[in-house]
């Protein structure tokens, strides 16, 4: 014969596997949440990265060269006197 649970064992057990899953849950909500926190900040690092290069070494960001247009002119550093 099968062991059959009463509707309270039922209920205790349930009420308890809720409350597991709930708590698990807020601590994954928090993990996802610094997650997304960490990767807004390294993709605004990568950026600020790529504008630096661009400015100290006139290195153009992947992508953009194509965009350029080729009679742009390039005025020198500095100017002989």
Do not use: C, W
């Not at 698990?24 to 807004?40: D, F, P, T, V």
């Not at 290195?59 to 005025?75: Q, T």
Request: glycine share 4%; charged share 30%.
């Amino acid at each position: 014969m099968n062991n059959v649970n009463s509707y309270e064992q039922l209920l205790y057990r349930y009420t308890k596997r809720i409350q597991e899953l709930e708590f698990e849950q807020r601590e994954l909500e928090y993990a996802h949440n610094r997650y997304i926190s960490i990767n807004r900040e390294l993709d605004g690092l990568e950026g600020s990265m790529k504008a630096i290069e661009h400015l100290a070494f006139d290195k153009v960001p992947d992508g953009i060269r194509d965009y350029i247009p080729n009679n742009v002119i390039k005025f020198p550093q500095s100017y002989p006197v």
